[in-house]
Nanobody
Framework: QVQLVESGGGLVQAGGSLRLACAAS????????MGWFRQAPGKEREFVAA????????FYADSVKGRFTISRDNAKNTVYLQMNSLKLEDTAVYYC?????????????????WGQGTQVTVSS
């Protein structure tokens, strides 16, 4: 069993930065791939970024590539999402998820544990 709690969301102006954190409980965190997803009002949940179990491999949605960075600290059972150069279209609820596999995945179905989400609002 893994419990995930996100933090770090808030209101930021376009062009600004935020750092999200996801604290995980449970002994299996360090063996799981981790991902960040987001859901804007009226839209489906979409993949943002993922990291493998060691932190050595990361991948991103094209819409955030070059602006967002995912990382993890297995000693602290925490995964991060550094978001720079934020745009209005980044406004969404951001969810942390733990994958069934060590590599992480682009697909919702590959994740079996989800956090409650944290709101990110980008204003003009």
């Amino acid at each position: 069993q893994v419990q995930l709690v996100e933090s770090g969301g808030g209101l930021v102006q376009a062009g600004g930065s935020l750092r999200l954190a996801c604290a995980a409980s449970g002994r299996t965190f360090s063996s799981k791939g981790m991902g960040w997803f987001r859901q804007a009002p009226g839209k489906e949940r979409e993949f943002v970024a993922a990291v493998n179990w060691s932190g050595g491999s990361t991948f991103y949605a094209d819409s955030v590539k070059g602006r967002f960075t995912i990382s993890r600290d297995n000693a602290k059972n925490t995964v991060y999402l550094q978001m720079n150069s934020l745009k209005l279209e980044d406004t969404a609820v951001y969810y942390c998820a733990a994958a069934k596999v060590p590599t992480g995945s682009y697909y919702n179905s590959a994740y079996d544990y989800w956090g409650q989400g944290t709101q990110v609002t980008v204003s003009s």
